[in-house]
Nanobody, 121 residues
Framework: QVQLVESGGALVQAGGSLRLSCAAS????????MGWYRQAPGNQRELVAR???????NYAASVKGRFTISRDNAKNTVYLQMNSLKPEDTAVYYC???????????????WGQGTQVTVSS
């Protein structure tokens, strides 16, 4: 079993910055892609940013240029640096990881419990 634990969510004023972290632990042979998603009340969960194990990244158009995703493979951790935050960034942010538990087995998707980010105007 694999656990993802997020941290870093908070209340921040518009224009401010936050850094989210997500650490994976448990039965891990290799982690493929890791990513951050968010869900605001009444909305569907949407991709914010994603990074594969070759460090290739992609971002939602709404956060490009403001958010940066990175990962530390030695720590099985993914980060999301969020700058120039806007009220519309308010949401619960979820970490996702595609994890291979044992060699020659397929990857499985895991989710964190979510961390609240609130941006006040």
């Amino acid at each position: 079993q694999v656990q993802l634990v997020e941290s870093g969510g908070a209340l921040v004023q518009a224009g401010g910055s936050l850094r989210l972290s997500c650490a994976a632990s448990g039965s891990i042979f290799r982690i493929n892609a890791m990513g951050w998603y968010r869900q605001a009340p009444g909305n569907q969960r949407e991709l914010v940013a994603r990074i594969d194990n070759g460090a290739r990244t992609n971002y939602a158009a709404s956060v490009k240029g403001r958010f940066t995703i990175s990962r530390d493979n030695a720590k099985n951790t993914v980060y999301l640096q969020m700058n120039s935050l806007k009220p519309e960034d308010t949401a619960v942010y979820y970490c996702n990881a595609n994890v291979i538990a044992r060699i020659y087995t397929p990857g499985q998707d895991y989710w964190g419990q979510g961390t609240q980010v609130t941006v006040s105007s």
